[in-house]
């Protein structure tokens, strides 16, 4: 008996020591984005980075980790020395989503390492040097890596492009205008990522410097797919896109002796000229799942048009976002022409709205890859109920007004409906820390944890293994579930409710709770 009481000790001990020293999973860079609010660890090479970004004061470095043809963003606090660039690095951190924008937050000096034995690639130049001290490079010829902003046209003489060292145009901390000289024989996308070389220079002009390149010299090591068109943004707003690959979803339509893509939902959403293939002009034949061509401008229609592509192209998705409303993108492109004008708009919550308080933000797409634009809200009167993270919402009536205490346009609403909430509860993370916590606070979250009841009749959640608890506010079903008729555990369970955070009653601090 003596000796399976001992060996129970050592299993529980065992057990508790493996939930305090356990490391984060391991996840591949262009899985990042499925472990929202989870600390992991990934392992690429270190392309770029610039300390202090915002030239705040801030002990903070931002680095574009790849593992090309992805890159991840990393924000690291309370830092030492930055490896070299062009060394495997691991890092540890916990997966942040903010404004549309995906990121790693690593903190302390344990947190970026370099990984022992790993050979150093060594680059001739990076952006990073020449951003440093770019006069040292003046008039020199260096060779660069990075991702092109916009896509290389065939049998042009000269055009340009910004070299950027994130695939996302917005991502990117370093940007160097190119001008290229000679012709390339074929289209290479935006987005891809190319070796190139050149010579530095003073663009007096533009007051910028500049790498002026042979298109001979230009490498495409990781083409890039086309770009997925969303109509949840104004027609006009493509412009930006002429010339890159895309694709877009939509029925064909012929009227006015012309060929038309009609968005799903109707003509009332978008309607986008087309120039077809032979396959659908001589054929008749039509793509099952959409359209994908290269996107140009129609002298001859004067408009945007999409030229047809035979050829089958990768995309990632994007939300699309159906009814006859302002897009979100059409408000932002020109918020001074919208001021003081009333609009219907639709989207999704991007964040939790309590019964007490009356702003939030609505942003075009359910989650960070489907989002494009989000506005902040206010809603006009009281509302009963949560307006819970990822509702889908449509507001009636809405005025686009000038806050000048928080110096940004919002929408003023006056009626609104609410739709299904489109997203699931987020996961609570034992092992997240406060800092991923308080972005939870108030959202609907699923907890792993077994059910606790101290002799004062308190309920906890016990992250099982472990002393860690939050409380739990019951609805009369906890109970029921954590418990059998004996009032023992049936242990660990998930458990769905909103995360709170309130005063401690013994202790100066505060408690998060889970209520049911």
């Given at each position: ?5 001992f060996?129970?000790?050592?299993l529980v001990s ?5 939930a305090v020293?356990?490391e ?11 472990h ?5 660890k ?18 903070r470095?931002?680095l ?12 690291w606090?309370?830092?030492?020395e930055?490896?070299?660039i062009g ?14 924008k995906i990121?790693?937050?690593?903190k302390g000096m344990?947190?970026?390492?370099q990984?022992a034995g790993?050979?150093?690639?060594m ?7 020449i ?8 008039s ?12 290389i ?6 055009q ?5 060292d994130?695939p ?17 024989t074929?289209?290479?996308e935006?987005g ?11 663009d ?6 500049s ?11 990781h083409?890039?797919?086309?770009k ?13 896109d002429?010339?890159?690959l895309?694709y877009v979803?939509?029925?064909?339509h ?13 003509e009332n959403?978008?309607?986008l000229?087309?120039i ?16 994908s061509?290269?996107l140009i ?8 048009c999409l030229?047809?592509?035979d050829?089958d192209?990768?995309?990632n998705p994007?939300?699309?976002l159906?009814?006859?409303?302002t897009?979100l993108?059409?408000i932002?492109?020109?918020p001074?022409d919208?001021?003081?004008?009333e609009v219907?708009v639709?989207g ?11 702003k939030?933000y ?6 960070y890859?489907e ?5 902040r809200?206010?809603i ?10 990822g ?13 000048e205490?928080?110096g ?28 991923a ?7 609907l979250?699923?907890?792993n ?6 002799d ?9 293994g472990?002393d860690?608890?939050i409380?739990l506010?019951?609805?009369g079903?906890?109970m ?20 709170v ?6 202790n100066?601090g ?7």
């Amino acid at each position: 008996m003596w000796a399976a009481f001992f060996l129970s000790v050592l299993l529980v001990s065992t057990l508790n020591f493996y939930a305090v020293v356990r490391e984060p999973d391991r996840v591949e860079i262009e899985e990042v984005h499925e472990h929202l609010s989870e600390t992991v660890k990934i392992e690429g090479t270190l392309i770029s980075w610039v300390r202090d970004p915002y030239s705040d004061g801030s002990d903070r470095v931002d680095l574009q980790v790849e593992d090309a043809p992805h890159v991840v963003k990393i924000r690291w606090y309370d830092t030492s020395e930055v490896p070299p660039i062009g060394a495997t690095i691991i890092v540890e951190g916990e997966v942040v989503q903010y404004n549309g924008k995906i990121w790693l937050n690593a903190k302390g000096m344990g947190a970026v390492t370099q990984k022992a034995g790993a050979e150093v690639i060594m680059i001739d130049t990076s952006l990073n040097d020449i951003s440093a001290d770019a006069e040292s490079y003046r008039s020199k010829v260096v060779n660069l890596s990075g991702y092109l902003s916009d896509a290389i046209e065939p049998d042009v003489t000269w055009q340009s492009f910004t070299l950027i060292d994130n695939p996302s145009y917005l991502d990117s901390d370093h940007r160097l205008y190119v001008s290229l000289q000679g012709r390339v024989t074929e289209w290479i996308e935006a987005g891809s990522k190319v070796n190139l070389t050149g010579w530095v220079q003073w663009d007096e002009r533009n007051y910028r410097w500049s790498i002026v390149v042979q298109s001979s010299t230009v490498e495409v090591t990781h083409p890039a797919g086309a770009k997925r068109l969303s109509w949840a943004v104004a027609a006009e707003t493509w412009s930006y896109d002429i010339g890159k690959l895309v694709y877009v979803e939509g029925t064909y339509h012929w009227a006015d002796d012309a060929h038309w893509i009609i968005a799903p939902g109707g003509e009332n959403v978008g309607i986008l000229c087309l120039i077809p293939n032979l396959n659908l002009t001589v054929n008749g034949t039509l793509p099952e799942d959409g359209f994908s061509g290269r996107l140009i401008w129609s002298e001859d229609r004067a408009q945007i048009c999409l030229q047809m592509s035979d050829e089958d192209h990768t995309v990632n998705p994007v939300g699309l976002l159906i009814g006859d409303f302002t897009t979100l993108a059409t408000i932002a492109a020109n918020p001074s022409d919208w001021i003081g004008q009333e609009v219907n708009v639709a989207g999704w919550t991007t964040g939790s709205v309590s019964p007490d308080y009356d702003k939030g933000y609505i942003g075009d797409g359910k989650d960070y890859f489907e989002r494009s634009t989000t506005l902040r809200f206010q809603i006009a009167g009281a509302h009963a109920e949560w307006i819970e993270k990822g509702t889908y919402v449509e507001f009636y009536n809405a005025t686009v007004v000038w806050n000048e205490a928080e110096g940004r346009i919002m929408l003023d609403v006056p009626l609104y409906a609410i739709g299904t909430v489109d997203i699931p509860p987020d996961t609570f993370s034992w092992s997240a820390g406060w800092d991923a916590w308080t972005w939870q606070v108030n959202t609907l979250v699923n907890v792993n944890a077994e059910l606790n009841q101290t002799d004062s009749g308190d309920l906890w959640l016990v992250a099982s293994g472990t002393d860690d608890r939050i409380c739990l506010f019951d609805d009369g079903t906890a109970m029921e579930i954590g418990f059998d008729e004996g009032g023992n555990s049936t242990g660990v369970h998930v458990w769905t409710g909103r995360l709170v955070a309130i005063d401690h009653t013994e202790n100066p601090g505060t408690q998060l709770c889970l209520t049911l």
